[in-house]
């Protein structure tokens, strides 16, 4: 008797290009949303908070810019290794960002040349929009688990 393996994944040059694929559209849509935040929060900062809340609001798209690539340049770098090394991959990533999220912060509290509201709204918002894009490039993403035929 011979034994069929039904869960057979795909050759890695098609499983990895599909991955990739989705994965450069989660860091273009990131950039797009990098770039808007720090165009719109700067004319919406300076508004309510003049120069200040200009400076909030690029020192948030910046926040919101480390949070965003870090997430797709570490998933670039995992595609196609295993589960343990894709896992500490995606980890240490996220390590990295809350290590450097919490230096940022202390040594931004200590300075006051931008309005911190201004900044608040900037990351709650990249945040957020940076989950719901790629949210939306994974789910419009071409990328199979199984192949059917591999066991006939």
Known sequence: ???????APLPDNDSTAA??????TAGRDGLILVAGLAVLGSVVGYLF???PGVWGALVGAA??????GGTVVSMMFAVG??????????????????VVLIAGLAVLSRLDFYDRWVLMV???????????????AVKGGRIEYVRPDAGA
Request: aromatic share 6%; net charge positive; proline share 2%.
């Open 1 to 7: 008797m011979t034994e069929q393996n039904p869960v």
């Open 19 to 24: 991955e990739r694929a989705m994965l450069r």
């Open 49 to 51: 908070a003049d120069l």
């Open 63 to 68: 926040l919101a810019g480390l949070f965003c």
């Open 81 to 98: 290794k295993g589960a343990a090394a894709t896992g500490a991959v995606v980890m240490g990533g996220w390590l990295v960002k809350i």
């Open 122 to 136: 900037v990351v709650l918002i990249g945040a957020v929009g940076s989950a719901v894009l790629d949210y939306r």
